[in-house]
């Protein structure tokens, strides 16, 4: 990537995913262009009113019912959270000359259709700057969907930014989340889009059936048994006979739990290899053919998909945590990134990546009163 002599900045980025189980933030320094230092980075878990709060503020947006009393406290109780995250980055930077310039706070989805034109993450950005009197981006995806694009995924830049360095093109770069989504990246060439569920299926039938908010290195998956038929019916939705650049809600796939009756060991053996084999089907829709696949996002943990992606894919699958580069915060760093893009108006969507007409910069900048 071409460096500009651009001022240097000290960003955090915030991101809270499609998992719905905390906030990552990253302090990272760049210039918009490259990646200068990564300097710190931490997680807060959501306590669990808030879990169940947000996925009944999901439900009420699908349904289109929403208790806007309760939105709006829920944003306020997700920005204090968001600042206790700030402050433990603040807290473990013993750089006491750096100054924090940016903060780039991607706020938590609740409900995404790019046909309807819509895409909601809650947050307050306004009393996140108030209280910290720091500017802050927020609304990073609805620049793009007002311009036809999908609003999704948005990290592709960073993706290239940051892997580039390490290998030789063409590579993949799959992030695993609550929805898991693949960037190509050859030289400056960028292909990417979302697949499909990622941990999101799995993570409720967890809590549902075994009191867990996720399947720990996949040891639940690897005790169960795929039911080929039904996982034909997963790989046969209308979803994967769209042709790339395109996203995915959170509860799209919920359809076929509600009708399910299969064993929850078995369902989550189903859906696991039901990630890894979306992921693999992906790869088709790349310019030419990959030999590494790097994963990261809370899906590289689980051994199982790991171990599936390349039993199916038969190509060189790396955990980026094996090549230093922290699996967790590969998306908080990517809004600490974004948010400097940004500000500077440079691009941050292009029309291989979310559909776009042409490369746009996007983000709402919120500067603190006064």
């Given at each position: 990537?071409?460096?500009?002599?651009?001022?240097?900045?000290?960003?955090?980025?915030?991101?809270?995913?499609?998992?719905?189980?905390?906030?990552?933030?990253?302090?990272?320094?760049?210039?918009?262009?490259?990646?200068?230092?990564?300097?710190?980075?931490?997680?807060?878990?959501?306590?669990?009113?808030?879990?169940?709060?947000?996925?009944?503020?999901?439900?009420?947006?699908?349904?289109?019912?929403?208790?806007?009393?309760?939105?709006?406290?829920?944003?306020?109780?997700?920005?204090?959270?968001?600042?206790?995250?700030?402050?433990?980055?603040?807290?473990?930077?013993?750089?006491?000359?750096?100054?924090?310039?940016?903060?780039?706070?991607?706020?938590?989805?609740?409900?995404?259709?790019?046909?309807?034109?819509?895409?909601?993450?809650?947050?307050?950005?306004?009393?996140?700057?108030?209280?910290?009197?720091?500017?802050?981006?927020?609304?990073?995806?609805?620049?793009?969907?007002?311009?036809?694009?999908?609003?999704?995924?948005?990290?592709?830049?960073?993706?290239?930014?940051?892997?580039?360095?390490?290998?030789?093109?063409?590579?993949?770069?799959?992030?695993?989340?609550?929805?898991?989504?693949v960037t190509y990246i050859d030289g400056e060439r960028l292909t990417a889009?979302?697949?499909?569920?990622?941990?999101?299926?799995?993570?409720?039938?967890?809590?549902?059936?075994?009191?867990?908010?996720?399947?720990?290195?996949?040891?639940?998956?690897?005790?169960?048994?795929?039911?080929?038929?039904?996982?034909?019916?997963?790989?046969?939705?209308?979803?994967?006979?769209?042709?790339?650049?395109?996203?995915?809600?959170?509860?799209?796939?919920?359809?076929?739990?509600?009708?399910?009756?299969?064993?929850?060991?078995?369902?989550?053996?189903?859906?696991?290899?039901?990630?890894?084999?979306?992921?693999?089907?992906?790869?088709?829709?790349?310019?030419?053919?990959?030999?590494?696949?790097?994963?990261?996002?809370?899906?590289?943990?689980?051994?199982?998909?790991?171990?599936?992606?390349?039993?199916?894919?038969?190509?060189?699958?790396?955990?980026?945590?094996?090549?230093?580069?922290?699996?967790?915060?590969?998306?908080?760093?990517a809004f600490a990134y974004l948010a400097v893009r940004c500000l500077l108006?440079?691009?941050?969507?292009?029309?291989?990546?979310?559909?776009?007409?042409?490369?746009?910069?996007?983000?709402?900048?919120?500067?603190?009163?006064?």
């Open positions: 990537m071409y460096k500009k002599n651009v001022k240097e900045f000290y960003s955090i980025g915030l991101m809270s995913g499609t998992s719905m189980d905390g906030i990552d933030a990253s302090l990272i320094q760049t210039d918009g262009f490259v990646i200068d230092d990564y300097i710190q980075n931490c997680s807060i878990e959501y306590p669990v009113d808030v879990k169940v709060k947000l996925k009944e503020a999901s439900e009420q947006f699908h349904e289109k019912n929403i208790n806007w009393t309760n939105t709006h406290q829920l944003k306020r109780s997700l920005a204090d959270l968001n600042l206790i995250a700030i402050n433990e980055i603040l807290k473990k930077n013993t750089d006491t000359s750096l100054k924090v310039d940016l903060i780039g706070y991607h706020g938590q989805t609740v409900y995404h259709s790019p046909l309807n034109k819509v895409s909601i993450q809650l947050g307050d950005p306004k009393y996140v700057s108030n209280m910290t009197n720091i500017p802050v981006v927020f609304n990073f995806r609805i620049c793009d969907i007002l311009n036809g694009g999908q609003g999704a995924p948005l990290t592709p830049i960073y993706h290239a930014t940051r892997f580039s360095k390490l290998f030789r093109g063409p590579i993949a770069v799959v992030n695993i989340g609550g929805i898991s989504n889009f979302d697949v499909g569920p990622g941990n999101c299926l799995i993570d409720d039938v967890m809590l549902k059936y075994f009191s867990k908010d996720f399947d720990d290195e996949g040891l639940f998956a690897l005790q169960g048994d795929v039911d080929g038929k039904f996982l034909a019916t997963l790989m046969s939705d209308d979803f994967f006979k769209i042709m790339p650049p395109k996203s995915l809600d959170r509860n799209y796939f919920h359809k076929y739990l509600k009708s399910s009756e299969k064993s929850p060991q078995n369902l989550i053996s189903t859906l696991s290899y039901f990630t890894a084999n979306m992921i693999v089907d992906a790869l088709k829709y790349f310019p030419t053919d990959v030999d590494k696949i790097i994963i990261c996002g809370g899906g590289s943990k689980n051994k199982y998909i790991t171990k599936k992606i390349t039993e199916l894919s038969k190509k060189d699958v790396i955990i980026s945590d094996s090549i230093g580069v922290s699996s967790r915060y590969v998306e908080s760093e108006n440079l691009d941050i969507s292009y029309p291989m990546t979310t559909g776009i007409k042409s490369a746009m910069s996007g983000g709402s900048v919120f500067r603190p009163a006064g």
